[in-house]
């Protein structure tokens, strides 16, 4: 009798299939697996692979399910899902299905291979990647800020889905970087495997196309088609802080690629737990792989991607220059490209040479530049109000341990906030040596990795500074 009822299913995943694209049976209807029919009380059993697929089901196919059975068994059909919850000990879960209040013949689907509305629409095998091809790890110069980020990413590029660093979770400030590493891992990844479907997309975008497909009624065909893609690469995906309806569509879209072991590249300006109004169980994802930190270059790193550029595009700039843009572009990557431009293109229509005059001209139209920098004085205050730790006992030879905490915070912040040499800070803060500077950034370096409540204080004087300016 099952194979009877067995049979009856069987022609449901046939009509199915009339009304569906071919990726999107095999994603969401081969792996259902038929348990049993109750002709009591007309219960049909399905087996799916995970809670998730109930849910997937319920909110894209219900209706054309429904159409299917009653179209097959002839009969008012209740359905029930079967969810195995732990495998090693054959625990499962059985769902009732939400049954629609109306059930209508659906049309066929198509479009599957299509981009969903603002992309090209293209056959699959031809999908811009979208990914800009001068922004490579030949231009995207190493430093201390970004070698982790940089390395991992070109193993990502290498081995794309198949590392521990699935997804690939990027952050940091404005001008540090972040959109050049991703697409360099994008470009990379197409080099070494042409066949593989890359795409690079905004977060902008993503809600524009998603906005759209609401309104055309496309919703499945843009989830189809993103799940198609074998490394996804989304820029700026704060943005959806305020879209819970682009958060939940990217949710589905980003557990079935990473449950097929396709690559997922994400890049933010905060880390995954700073990212107000994303729900907990897309939060766990973003972290599961892995979090790096893109930091502002050093002045250091500013002056090798200086030194870089002019070499790519045969300018010359004196070292001093270059070591005063380096100096005053506030770590921001965009800001440095955009004082070369206007050195280059001022030196072009003026027939002049590059030098420091002419630099200070274009850095005041290009950088924004601190007109009320933090001193020592500045930061000695805020960190010793926050203690509460008098000025004068940070000054002397004294080992407690509240004055040495507030002395290390002072030198960390002096070296973060000033252009002081380490050896200046420390004649400021207590006659101490360069050394003890250094000891002094790397105590507190370490500890803001490892102790959230370090990290609050610190974040705290820190907006004092802020309010202050």
């Not at 809600?207 to 198609?228: H, L, W």
């Not at 070369?340 to 005041?364: H, Q, T």
């Amino acid at each position: 009798m099952q194979n009877k009822h067995k049979a009856l299913w069987d022609n449901c995943l046939h009509l199915i299939r009339q009304n569906v694209t071919e990726q999107q049976y095999k994603t969401w209807f081969e792996p259902i697996r038929f348990e049993s029919f109750s002709e009591q009380d007309s219960t049909l059993l399905l087996q799916v692979p995970s809670a998730y697929f109930c849910e997937y089901l319920e909110q894209y196919f219900i209706r054309l399910m429904y159409w299917a059975l009653t179209n097959s068994f002839k009969t008012n059909v209740k359905l029930n899902y079967r969810v195995v919850t732990d495998k090693e000990h054959k625990l499962t879960q059985d769902i009732e299905a939400d049954k629609p209040a109306n059930i209508d013949v659906p049309q066929p689907r198509s479009r599957a291979n299509q981009s969903p509305t603002v992309l090209d629409a293209v056959p699959q095998q031809d999908l811009n990647p979208q990914l800009d091809v001068h922004k490579t790890f030949q231009t995207f110069i190493e430093g201390d800020s970004n070698k982790l980020p940089r390395t991992v990413g070109i193993s990502i590029a290498e081995h794309p889905g198949k590392s521990t660093f699935n997804p690939f979770f990027v952050y940091g400030p404005s001008g540090c970087g972040k959109t050049h590493l991703i697409n360099a891992i994008g470009v990379r990844t197409k080099e070494m495997y042409p066949q593989k479907r890359v795409l690079y997309v905004s977060a902008r975008l993503f809600q524009v196309q998603f906005t759209d497909a609401v309104r055309r009624n496309t919703t499945n065909d843009f989830i189809n088609f993103y799940q198609t893609i074998d490394v996804l690469i989304v820029d700026d995906i704060q943005e959806w802080a305020t879209s819970p309806k682009t958060l939940d569509t990217f949710f589905h879209i980003f557990d079935h690629l990473f449950r097929i072991g396709k690559q997922i590249i994400l890049a933010s300006d905060r880390p995954p737990v700073d990212l107000e109004g994303v729900k907990d169980r897309l939060l766990t994802r973003f972290s599961c792989g892995l979090i790096a930190e893109l930091e502002k270059p050093n002045v250091q790193l500013c002056i090798d991607i200086l030194n870089a550029k002019c070499r790519r595009d045969g300018l010359k700039i004196p070292a001093d220059v270059i070591t005063f843009i380096a100096q005053t572009a506030n770590g921001s990557v965009r800001d440095l490209e955009g004082v070369i431009n206007g050195l280059m293109a001022y030196s072009i229509v003026y027939n002049s040479n590059i030098d420091m005059r002419l630099a200070e001209r274009v850095i005041k139209r290009a950088v924004k530049v601190d007109n009320h920098p933090l001193t020592i004085d500045d930061i000695l205050e805020k960190v010793c109000g926050h203690y509460n730790v008098a000025q004068q006992h940070v000054f002397s030879k004294s080992r407690k341990r509240d004055y040495v905490l507030v002395r290390q915070v002072s030198m960390y912040l002096a070296q973060k906030y000033t252009k002081m040499p380490a050896s200046r800070i420390g004649q400021l803060i207590g006659g101490r040596d360069h050394s003890t500077v250094l000891h002094s950034c790397t105590t507190v370096e370490q500890r803001l990795k490892v102790d959230k409540a370090f990290q609050a204080e610190i974040s705290s004087i820190e907006n004092s500074f802020k309010l202050k300016q």
